[in-house]
């Protein structure tokens, strides 16, 4: 009876000190600049990256990104009813980013006629509307593939020129290929927006994967899904094409979390089968 009742309390605390070392959230991904991150923690716990909260869904799961300019610290808080479970700092690998010149542009792509400019104006709300999208799905839990083959013909943040003039960096990457090359889903999600004649991206595709991490398909010359559309991944969205502001078929792929530009490629080694 004794040796019973001493097992029992050895197991009890045994069980109670494994439950205290595991680790508040877990996650695959790295710290870097434009770096992704996927974690599992408690379900319904609040997750703040820096001054960005987010919330954990039903099953513990969470995606997290660093901007383009990242500064070289961040900080990860998680919090459970109200008590802060984790608080730490991390450092941010900084990246170095090329410069790219890019001429042969029709004039009114680089700097758009005052006839144009109201149009350019709607279109940017509706993509404000799609970026604030907060999906319920988790299709980033399963891991991206890329949506498209092709030569690579600029990675995400490279300084750009178009005939001369100094832009905004370049959010995304392009992966030249034939017009009409299969665009295919990299992972899950919703599709909130779709449209075949956007002034800049031409045809243009945003998909929510969860949590309001977006993704953007540029440039396509078919739109084969709508507005509203749950895609899963491999699922074909659309073509390859050259519209917009492009001077060649291509896909550009974009990703934007919360705000800020993370790098598409950075999906593609998320081993997030380590967290299931």
Not at 181 to 194: E, H, K, R, S, Y
Not at 231 to 237: K, M, S
Request: aromatic share 8%.
């Amino acid at each position: 009876m004794i040796f019973s009742l001493a097992l029992a309390i050895g197991a009890f605390l045994l069980a109670n000190d494994n439950a205290a070392t595991e680790p508040a959230i877990t996650c695959t991904g790295e710290h870097r600049q434009g770096g992704v991150l996927v974690c599992r923690t408690t379900p319904g716990a609040r997750v703040l990256l820096d001054d960005v909260e987010t919330r954990a869904n039903a099953s513990g799961w969470v995606i997290l990104g660093h901007d383009r300019d990242a500064p070289a610290e961040t900080r990860l808080r998680v919090r459970v009813n109200g008590e802060t479970v984790h608080d730490e700092r991390y450092a941010v690998a900084t990246a170095e980013y090329q410069i790219q010149r890019i001429e042969g542009l029709p004039p009114a792509m680089v700097t758009p006629p005052p006839e144009v400019l109201e149009r350019i104006r709607r279109e940017g709300v509706r993509k404000g509307r799609s970026h604030a999208s907060r999906w319920d799905g988790e299709g980033f839990s399963e891991g991206f593939i890329q949506p498209t083959e092709g030569r690579i013909t600029s990675r995400f943040g490279a300084q750009r020129f178009y005939n001369g003039e100094p832009r905004a960096p370049h959010y995304g990457v392009d992966i030249a290929a034939p017009t009409g090359t299969p665009v295919l889903a990299p992972a899950g999600g919703i599709v909130t927006l779709a449209d075949t004649d956007m002034y800049f991206e031409g045809g243009l595709i945003f998909i929510d994967h969860g949590q309001g991490f977006n993704s953007a398909y540029l440039h396509l010359s078919e739109v084969l899904v709508e507005e509203g559309d749950v895609v899963e991944q491999g699922q074909l969205i659309a073509r390859v094409g050259s519209t917009g502001r492009s001077t060649g078929p291509h896909l550009c792929w974009r990703i934007r979390w919360h705000g800020r530009n993370v790098d598409p490629f950075a999906t593609l080694d998320l081993q997030t089968a380590d967290l299931r």
